[in-house]
């Protein structure tokens, strides 16, 4: 067996276990266990539970699509770029919803927890505000604070993400991709000079 193999399998038990258990109830030995391997072989990879959930973050992380979005699928047209943004968002999240869903359930219990999530929004938040100054530059936004304007379309995002997999159609029967052209459309004349 590979390392790489043995790896995968820790942590596709990892997401298992804390998407059904959550992460307290996470243990390495559990991990172990439903991994078939030994404790000592989820040390040598990851070193502690922290490790887990650092590796399972960078797994799951949507960083890598934007940074993509942002190399060769911009347009520089405000709304349509938007759009593509908010598009492919949900479409990474929704994967990872229970994994979501348990970080906000375990939030404030366990620090680690949320310095790790962190990181994700954060590095979103930056290539926002670069793509904000761009266009700020361009001439095809207003002057308001990018990093602001950032965090908003992030929240905006989060927010229709949160609705959708918690709350389902018992708020509305609206289809997300309706929802989100409306949204981006609204947010972007918001910036447009």
């Known amino acids: 067996m590979t390392t790489r193999n043995t790896s995968e399998r820790i942590l596709d038990a990892a997401v298992r276990l804390i998407s059904e258990k959550g992460y307290a109830s996470a243990t390495t030995r559990s991990i172990a266990e439903l991994a078939e391997v ?66 906000f359930k375990e939030a404030g219990t366990f620090p680690e927890i949320d310095e790790e999530l962190a990181r994700v929004p954060r590095s979103l938040k930056e290539h926002l505000v670069q793509y904000f100054i761009e266009m700020k530059n361009r001439g095809k936004t207003t002057g308001l604070n990018e990093e602001e304007v950032a965090l908003s379309f992030i929240a905006l995002n989060f927010g229709h993400f949160i609705s959708h997999v918690r709350l389902g159609t018992n708020v509305s029967n609206a289809d997300i991709h309706s929802i989100l052209t409306t949204s981006v459309s609204i947010f972007s004349r918001g910036l447009t000079p």
């Not at 922290?50 to 520089?76: E, M, N, T, W």
């Not at 938007?82 to 949900?90: A, D, G, I």
């Open 38 to 103: 030994n404790e000592v072989t989820v040390f040598r990879h990851f070193g502690n539970k922290r490790g887990i959930l650092k590796a399972i973050v960078d797994q799951f992380s949507y960083i890598p699509v934007f940074q993509d979005v942002l190399k060769f699928d911009l347009h520089y047209e405000l709304e349509k770029d938007l759009l593509h943004f908010s598009m492919k968002y949900f479409e990474s999240m929704l994967p990872i919803k229970e994994l979501v869903l348990i970080a």
